[in-house]
């Protein structure tokens, strides 16, 4: 389950990279000013995606036409850059230009990959040509091309089967920010399609799990703090009851009284209990809320 607070921790990091702009058009509204300049491979994906997100099929086909004329080689640092590839790639497939040179560009890092690299590359293929629902790829990266270049097609069951796995999990999902953003948006957007939280809300119920658990926390703290304080107190009192009885049962007063007091198991084992108890009640809080086991 993705909590507000992590959410907001991981992307503070990463936008303190070059990365800031890009993650604005793709996880907020923008839309920024863009540059038609072509020398700086990150400007160039945020200025794609912008005109991804306007329908601007001119300025795209300039830029792309003019980015197009770079030698692609093993040594071209952005085409392992998945964000820059995915701004190219929906730019491409929007306005129905030539697939072949960053087919090619994909196909060039495709054999060194990581798993989960060659199953990024898989999914940009298949949005390529307009596969939106392949169960060999991350539909989450279908869900956000589709949403930014308003080419929805949903497909219902792997937007549920996404949606599931995603709230499920922790975070964060991999150990890619590329597929961590584009998972972040997918789960926005699954939400707003399914007409069952509109952002705002998903921002509220985001914010009310972590305050739950917090506040459930405390709230078993101070139970398990109370019954053992009452327990303590019951015993020094039955001590005291015994201590008055001792001339009219002796053995009995004797034994009861080791057991009760310092000297033996003495009242104190009850605090040992206070980590059980704390745990027994938040489990009953829980139960009686409904809500789920992690």
């Known amino acids: 389950m993705v909590y507000i607070e992590e959410q907001s921790a991981y992307l503070s990091q990463l936008k303190l990279s070059p990365l800031e702009p890009l993650l604005k058009e793709v996880l907020y509204d923008g839309v920024a000013e863009y540059s038609m300049e072509t020398h700086n491979a990150n400007e160039v994906a945020v200025s794609l995606i912008i005109c991804v997100k306007t329908g601007n099929k001119i300025d795209a086909e300039t830029i792309l036409n ?42 060039l890092t495709y054999s060194t990959a990581t798993p989960v690299d060659k199953k990024i590359k ?63 948006k997918a789960l ?19 914010s009310f799990v972590p305050k739950f658990k917090k506040r459930s926390e405390i709230i078993a703290n101070i139970i398990s703090w109370t019954l053992i304080t009452i327990i303590t107190v019951a015993s020094f009192y039955l001590l005291g ?26 009242v104190s084992i009850f605090w040992g209990w206070k980590k059980g108890l704390s745990k027994f009640v938040l489990m009953l809080i829980n139960k009686i809320f409904g809500f789920p086991k992690e």
């Open 122 to 184: 898989d999914t940009f293929r298949n949005i390529l040509t307009s596969n939106y629902s392949s169960r060999g790829d991350y539909h989450q990266i279908s869900v956000v091309y589709q949403f930014l270049a308003k080419d929805k097609k949903p497909n219902e069951a792997r937007l549920n089967e996404m949606y599931i796995e995603l709230w499920e999990a922790s975070f964060p999902f991999v150990d890619d920010d590329f597929l961590n953003v584009m998972s972040l």
């Open 241 to 266: 009851l015994l201590n008055e009885k001792s001339k009219s049962y002796p053995l009995f007063s004797k034994v009861i009284f080791f057991l009760l007091s310092v000297s033996g198991f003495g």
């Open 66 to 107: 003019q980015f197009s004329k770079r030698r692609v080689n093993k040594d071209s640092h952005w085409i392992y850059d998945n964000f820059i590839v995915f701004s190219i790639v929906c730019a491409v497939n929007k306005f129905e230009l030539s697939t072949d040179w960053i087919s090619g560009a994909i196909n």
């Open 188 to 206: 926005e957007v699954a939400f707003i399609q399914k007409a069952l939280l509109d952002p705002h809300q998903f921002a509220l119920m985001n």
